[in-house]
């Protein structure tokens, strides 16, 4: 085996990342880690994503990095790291390039070296969720550039209460798609996956309407506004709106579309369904 497989199978980061996600294989990866993630929330307290004690850990010795035993969920995982590194009372230990089987003959510092030289470091910003949990979510789903963004409520009005449930169940309590489908009582995790993106999608389109329409409602022509706020604030459905405004669906479409367009008005599509199967865009922060 080659220096720079050995590395990617034997050396994986340690301090800044789930160390049991390296010998996860199958293809629901993200949402088995999710689920440990929540678990362990829940039995602990806290997520153990990351070492709790690599900002303490000083020298070149490694603590022991704290393994969730307690996860249901983690156990095989975790039986499966004992087989490959040093675990001691539930805690994996880095081990010193020292001892590391082709240290004559390795040529850059692996990714569990340089992770630990670097554990001091955050990837992402501390959130105080209680505070601005909601306005983080609301800057996921809209196109603005700006980090947070204030004084505008999340348009849970446009969604059906099951997936305003979803949403709500996997960003805010943390829970994987397996759980909330039990907890709602529905067919499968992919179901409650789609539901749950289909939502984020609607939610991106009419929180990017909605602010469309208050920056622009003084140069917006008096018809045009009306499309927008009978369908976007009032939630009125498409037919409706057509029956309304005497015209078919389809040419109601094509207005909307013409405004979209000459607008630049443009949201973000988590899932759309191509030859009716749903085709994913997950942005890193969901995984």
Known sequence: MNEKNYKKINKPAMCTNPVWKSVITTEDKEDIVRKIRAESIEIY???????????????????????????????????????????????????KC????????????????????????????????QEITESYTETILSNNTTEFMTNRDIAWDCLTTRRRDIIKKYI??????LTIARELNMKSQAW?????????????????????????????????????????LKNQ?????????????????????RLFNSGNIK???????????PVYNVPTVFK
């Open 98 to 129: 020292e001892v590391c089987p082709i240290k004559l003959k390795c040529t850059s510092t692996c990714h569990q070296i340089n992770d630990y030289l670097n554990r001091g470091n955050k990837k992402e910003p501390e959130f105080v969720y």
């Open 172 to 177: 805010y309590e943390g829970k994987d798609f």
């Open 237 to 257: 459905s498409l037919t409706e709106v057509a029956q309304q405004e005497k015209c078919s669906k389809q040419a109601l479409q094509q207005r909307l579309t």
């Open 45 to 95: 307290g806290q997520s153990l994503d990351e070492c709790s004690k690599r900002l303490v850990c000083l020298g070149q010795d490694c603590l022991g990095r704290p393994l969730p035993s307690l996860s249901p969920t983690a156990k095989p995982y975790i039986d499966e790291l004992k087989k490959k590194y040093k675990v001691i009372n539930d805690e994996i230990f880095l081990t």
């Open 192 to 232: 409650a996956k789609y539901e749950f993106y289909a939502g984020l999608t609607k939610l991106s389109e009419y929180a990017t309407v909605r602010e469309y329409l208050t920056n622009n409602k003084d140069t917006m022509t008096k018809g045009n506004f009306s499309l927008l706020e009978n369908l976007y």
């Open 267 to 277: 949201w973000i599509i988590f899932v759309k369904k191509v030859n009716n199967k």
